[in-house]
């Protein structure tokens, strides 16, 4: 049986989870509360792309400026060479319209075609839903925009706020059923500390691991630990003691 090609984001233990990468020309929903991470998760998914693999990367922002957001990357990981990444055009940022899905589109087929663009980041999606007149209105163009996506050669991660405070309860929406992939990132409170924790939800046409795993973000980037408990972190701070 012929190996399914796939699209390592070279996290540090993430890539075990998912069976070494994501299926290329996917889309990816990284969902969670404020906090959980998502962006930098998204970050580190781009600069592993270009660093590692000679993959461009644009990082789509519906709130911030470009100028902000390449800030907000260099302070979250300092020992990333962002600076370059951006001269050289291996990673673009980008500000558009928080409610236009049709310069969302455009921005992403332009990038794609004139600067080779392989790896996509739209954060956040649900900026845009908090503008669109109606829940039909962003359903229809939220599709819209996935089958563009779909037809270009790039894989696409998109960020949305989530409250998963009780995983069993959680109510899914639009986004979680019609993107390829999910993965759910968490903030978990115990005692007077929160961890931070993952698991992915969903992943069409894959295998993956369907477990509950803690992360850090250091300065080079996340570290997953795929084989251990939720709460290993706390056993391990008490030991460094």
Known sequence: MEKTERVATAISGFDEIINGGFIPRSSILISGSPGAGKTNFCLNFLFNGAAKFGEKGL?????????????????????????????????????????????????????????????????????????????????????????????LDCTTMITAERNYADRDKSEFKIEEFVTDAVVALYSIPKGEIRYKALEV????????AMKLCPFRITPTGLVVYPIDSVFWLESEKKRDR
């Open 201 to 208: 939800l969903k992943m069409r046409g894959s295998e993956f």
């Open 59 to 151: 990082f789509i922002s519906l709130e911030h400026t470009a100028e902000r957001g390449i800030r907000n990357a260099k302070m979250v990981f300092p020992l990333m060479d962002w600076d370059k990444a951006v001269s050289r055009g291996d990673i673009i940022f980008e500000k558009v319209d928080n409610s236009d899905f049709a310069e969302i589109a455009e921005t992403i087929r332009n990038r794609v075609k004139n600067n080779g663009v392989k790896r996509v980041v739209i954060d956040s999606i649900t900026i845009a839903h908090l503008y669109s007149k109606d829940d039909v209105i962003y359903r229809t163009s939220l599709l819209q925009l996935l089958e563009v996506i779909n037809m």
